[in-house]
């Protein structure tokens, strides 16, 4: 058991970006909740898996809805507690512990926020490993865990729970009912125990997260390489580093989706890779392959500060490098790309692993 | 005739312009007492240029604002006044400030009913009786500066106007800011610069008196504008209200001086100073705004229309030494230049020494370089062309080569070509780039909403309805009807959300009714 202090906060919402795989939203405003719940209600325990009794009753939180949105109506601050509160009375029992759904962006923090509020310890392991656009991109799903019973509120004080038949079932159930609510609704659910806990996430997000923060950080106070540093970091591959030529923006069947042109440089002068991205980065090639997809992830950051780099704030001009970090074992199994392969964006060819 | 007067916080520069002439420029420290200063200016430039009379127009750029925040000085105690609940209830007004400003603005938050969400439907409707009470106690507190914001304001301002009246009914006194009339989305964000505004409602109002009493006194019963930060003017009235418009017009105003000199509206801008080098792009005529906007004013998250200038640690007083990251600077001698530099005698190895031994320059005494190391003085002036081409390059809006035009007195650092620009400019009037920036302005009216697309509501009535918005907004502005023209439109659907929502950014700009009449 450790706690994390403000500082630690920095960390973890800069590798946090990193890891949302350009998704997953800022956590600038995470980072503010994580600020405020810390001060008001003191700092949170976190746990690793190993801690975890197997009796334990385990539930995950998260924000569901368009981050753009957020960063303008900021939030009440108490619907993850009403969520919370929701789920724990269907459930007929107390809820021992958290878990984060997804280490990438911002919800790295909204767990965070809920262990803080209503005094649980936060399990340092998550569903992801990265961020994904929908509720059922999780490993639980591989598990046959069910996303419900999962509850939901608003900022207006609305709230509710879904049984869900499946979990693609219950995103597209929060998914319509959350533009109703404005955009914005935050979700705990995937009840589980503290054994199936053990099985179904990865651990050390939070570990993680911090590390690759400070990486950051400390390469930057040196003025050494921090790319370099973040893909040794992640056992990753940089792919090349250019200059963003082209952007384009579209929405299709609900996604904002975008066909980002880059022209390398240094080793790769004279290349143009075609990065495209659906919230988050889905597929890289270069003029003749496919260098990289999903599950695995794709990363951009600033080529001088190190920073992430979302697909939102992707405009010409932008010196990016792009990286390559390989996602968890258990994406790369059939069940796993049945779920986030590349046929499930759209796209019509098979994973392509890069490490 | 106009004049334009750029009052930095070094110096005071002026020039008098007709039909795209100079005819009178003017450099002079700048005083403690702006108005003053400005008097001087004046009747320094008439002196020269022609009789009061024939000015259509005074054009002013000045950081006296900013200057006023980034010290924590003469700002007055403000209301901070957010409508958005229940939402937004968990981050106050004034969250993440830093201490100096939180105490000089004092801590008067009241978060009340109300807002708007994405699509234009209420948060919660504006609860009167609320207002009436937070009024009460605003007034109680004898604070006579509100800044009024409510969620999704820049998609639909009606909520603040509304309890803009119902405060001004019970506070008649106090200066009341609008975020809407401040900032885009990005509630607090905006929220800050709401609030630094309203700091600012009493130095506005004295500033403001300066410059029309200089006018005045010079004779002169021109029309007076300020230049904001897009490189855009305003009128006084307007300046009166919102001051914090004002901040970071200084680099617009020196790219589009520069732009000017060199005839071009597509165009790098190198900024070539003491210290730094100032690297930005003309698109259209206009400084390229930075795409992240999140810009910090006195450790403050802001999100204004700020034009994307990168900076160099290199200028004509850059320490030229090995060891460090570059052969050049980032330590530099400043404004004791002309007593530390090689060429005027002094003991310290300088880039402009390094400009004078390669004999691309001909100042103080060059013989006193005669000695120095060569090869390094080669290698030194070497990487300070590719680190300010390498900068430029990552700054270009298109492939294709482009001009870029020098100015500053660090110019003679760079050689006649530099890869990827068609050709280096090296204007006259350079020095005072700035005012003419200020001089040559126009009036701009920008839009940015999220637009709900549905069946009633295509996109593209709905990029047509922005595109009405923002040019009247210009008109609004004191820009002739017929020379408004749409100079940026952009489109960005919300990710995670079904594509029914659409944030269209539409930017117009107009010229002054002088220019056309």
Known sequence: MRQIDLDELEDIAVGAGILGAGGGGDPYIGKLLAKAAVAEHGPVKVVDLEEVPGDAVVVSAAMLGAPTVMVEKLPRGDEIVKAFSLLERRLGTEVTHIVPLEIGGLNSMMPFCLAAKVGKPLIDADFMGRAFPEVQMVLPTLSGISASPMAFADDKGNGAVIEAVDNKWAERIVRASLVEMGCVTMIVGFPMTGRQARECTIPECYRTASDLGSVVRRARAKHSDAVAAVTEHLNGRELFRGKVLDVNRRTERGFARAEIKITGFGESAGQVFTLRSQNEHIVISDESQILASVPDLIITLDSESGEPVTTEELQYGFRVSCLVAPCDDRWRSEGGLAVVGPRQFGYDHDYVPAV | ?517
């Not at chain 2, 005074?58 to 939402?87: K, S, Y």
Request: hydrophobic letters at 45%.
């Open chain 2, 1 to 517: 005739m106009r004049i334009g007067i750029d009052v930095g916080g070094t110096n005071t520069d002026a020039v008098a312009m007709q039909a795209g002439t100079v005819l009178a420029e003017y450099k002079h420290s700048t005083t403690p007492d702006i108005s003053s200063g400005i008097f001087s200016a004046l009747t320094s430039i008439l002196a020269e240029a022609g009789d009061p009379g024939q000015v259509t127009a005074v054009m002013i750029g000045t950081t006296h604002f900013t200057n006023a925040v980034a010290q924590a000085r003469d700002l007055l105690p403000v209301a901070a006044v957010r409508l958005g609940l229940p939402a937004t209830k968990e981050l106050p007004p004034l969250t993440a400030w830093p201490a100096a400003l939180h105490r000089a603005v004092g801590d008067n938050v009241y978060v009340c009913s109300g807002g708007h969400e994405f699509d234009g439907r209420e948060i919660a409707p504006l609860d009167r009786d609320e207002l009436k009470r937070v009024a009460e106690d605003i007034a109680a507190k004898r604070i006579r500066a509100i800044a009024l914001t409510s969620v999704f304001s820049p998609t639909n301002d009606e909520m603040e106007h509304e309890a803009a009246e119902i405060l001004k009914g019970l506070v008649p006194d106090a200066a009341i800011s609008l975020s809407s009339e401040v900032g885009r989305l990005g509630l607090l964000e905006r929220e800050n610069a709401t609030i630094i505004n309203a700091s600012l409602a009493d130095l506005a109002v004295q500033a403001t008196e300066g410059f029309r009493q200089a006018i005045q006194e010079a004779g002169i019963s021109a029309p007076v504008y300020v230049s904001q930060n897009d490189g855009t003017l305003m009128n006084l009235e307007y300046v009166e209200r919102y001051p914090v418009n004002t901040f970071a017009s200084g680099p617009a105003n020196s790219m589009r001086g520069a732009a000017f000199l060199s005839g071009s509206d597509d165009c790098a801008v190198v900024d070539i100073g003491g210290t730094t080098s100032d690297i930005g792009i003309l698109q259209g005529g206009f400084p390229r705004e930075a795409g992240k906007a999140i810009v910090s004013i006195g450790g403050v998250r802001t999100n204004f229309r700020m034009p994307d200038v990168l900076s160099l640690a290199i200028g004509g007083g850059s320490i030229v030494a090995e060891g460090g990251e570059h052969l050049v600077g980032p330590t530099s001698v400043g404004y004791r230049l002309a007593k530390r530099a090689l060429v005027f005698g002094g003991d310290t190895f300088t880039a402009t020494d390094a400009a004078v031994a390669m004999g691309r320059a001909d100042i103080g005494r060059p013989e006193n370089v005669d000695r120095v190391d060569k090869a390094l003085a080669e290698r030194a002036l070497a990487s300070i062309s590719t680190r300010i081409a390498d900068t430029v390059d990552r700054m270009k809006v298109s492939a294709a080569e482009i001009p870029a035009v020098v100015v500053g007195g660090g110019g003679i650092l760079l050689p006649d070509t530099l890869p990827g620009l068609s050709k280096l400019v090296r204007p006259d009037h350079f020095a005072v780039a700035n005012a003419i920036g200020a001089t040559i302005a126009q009036v701009s009216g920008t839009v940015d909403q999220l637009f709900s697309i549905d069946s009633h509501l295509t996109r593209e009535r709905a990029v047509a309805r922005a595109t009405e918005m923002a040019a009247q907004r210009a008109v609004d502005a004191g820009a002739a009807a017929d020379t408004v023209e749409i100079v940026d439109v952009e489109e960005r659907a919300l990710a995670y959300v079904p594509g029914n929502a659409l944030r269209i950014r539409v930017k117009a700009v107009g010229s002054l009714l002088d220019e056309t009449s």
